[in-house]
């Protein structure tokens, strides 16, 4: 049919063109041809499924001793840990594309780098991505025109945490300049992503701390940062108040204390249709909606490092709680964002750049 078509209009074209009299075509003209072009799939379509990618968290844990229950040896697990990040994928999945009615594919990345970039700078023809991103990188995803916040996730009634930089000799953001760094490693949040952009936005150069050393578990580092090893390391805020960590408390104090950050932001990309926006949107509240309680003046609870029972969650939330760090929901927006916002316009990070 459509070489059909083609041949008609090429006919006619050549028809009104002959001899001397032939038609000048303005530049401007539409091509005849583009209105048989294929139509983009819409995400969410079976065709098209919608990718929901996750940067599976352990920064928001609970701490768990080997078999020897030696606190030192502790590691950190996610606080889900009777679900795999395999089986909280399946789950999900499972669960939001029977509530929405949309084809959905759920990723676990290795950062919020590589779920920008698949929001941001998708390679694939018509794939896009909702990803749930940290608060800083939300807001780089914003600012660049990515998508929109649509939620933000809730951990024991809470939405936001923030970090706090501890050490045995009383240094802070300021003191840390040509001294050595402890962190988990380069994408931990707590103990290096925040941190640095905390330092930036005090005009503090991240690159002027001399040295930056890697530990694999938070107990190690614990015991590196006391021992005088490392100047200091950064933490999610209450971390020292865990039982775990109870032998720590008098050879670490807090120094500096970070600004609260959400426990993840879902940007929903600008394609994703309205009907189909507002179904995956109900999915998630029907899923994993949570009340915030207020205190007697209507605020939300302080943030701190809080328990979640696992026993009480469903399978979809503790998939939820597995992959983000968080087992709730709760709606949000630009303006919900504004501190993280004011936040991340005292850094030197700009729009476009990298989380």
Do not use: H, K
């Not at 998508?147 to 003191?175: D, H, M, P, Y």
């Not at 090893?229 to 209450?238: L, Q």
Request: hydrophobic content about 45%.
């Amino acid at each position: 049919m459509r070489r059909s078509l083609t041949l008609l209009l090429l006919f006619l074209l050549a028809a009104c063109g002959g001899g001397q009299d032939q038609v000048i075509v303005p530049t401007n003209t539409p091509d005849p041809l583009a209105f048989f072009a294929p139509t983009p799939i819409s995400p969410g379509q079976p065709e098209n499924p919608l990718r929901i990618v996750f940067v599976p968290r352990t920064d928001v844990t609970t701490f768990q001793p080997d078999d020897t229950g030696d606190a030192a040896d502790a590691t950190a697990v996610p606080a889900a840990a009777a679900l795999t990040i395999e089986q909280a994928i399946s789950a999900l999945d499972a669960e939001l594309e029977a509530t929405s009615g949309l084809a959905i594919e759920i990723l676990a990345v290795a950062s919020d780098a590589e779920a920008l970039n698949l929001l941001c700078d998708y390679n694939d023809e018509d794939r896009f991505a909702a990803p749930w991103l940290g608060g800083p990188s939300a807001v780089l995803a914003i600012q660049r025109g990515c998508g929109e916040a649509v939620f933000e996730g809730v951990r024991a009634g809470r939405t936001r945490l923030g970090g706090q930089i501890i050490s045995a000799s009383g240094v802070g953001l300021r003191g840390l300049s040509g001294r050595t760094y402890c962190r988990l490693g380069r994408g931990d949040f707590y103990s290096w992503i925040l941190p640095s952009l905390a330092l930036d936005a005090d005009g503090i150069n991240p690159t002027s701390v001399t040295d930056v050393d890697d530990v694999e578990q938070y107990p190690l580092l614990l015991d590196a940062v006391s021992a005088g090893d490392c100047a200091a390391t950064g933490v999610p805020e209450g971390f020292l108040q865990l039982d775990t960590f109870e032998a720590y408390r008098n050879r670490i104090t807090v120094t500096s204390t970070l600004s609260p950050m959400p426990y993840g932001v879902l940007i929903y990309p600008p394609e994703l249709l309205l009907d189909d926006s507002a179904a995956l949107t109900d999915a998630f509240l029907e899923i994993a909606g949570v009340e915030i309680p207020e205190d007697d003046t209507g605020a939300a609870p302080d943030t701190d490092l809080v328990e979640v029972d696992t026993d009480a969650l469903t399978t979809p939330q503790l998939a939820l709680l597995t992959l983000m760090g968080a087992e709730g929901v709760q709606l949000t927006d630009e303006e919900s964002l504004a501190d993280v916002f004011e936040f991340m316009d005292a850094t030197e990070i700009v729009a476009g750049g990298q989380p």
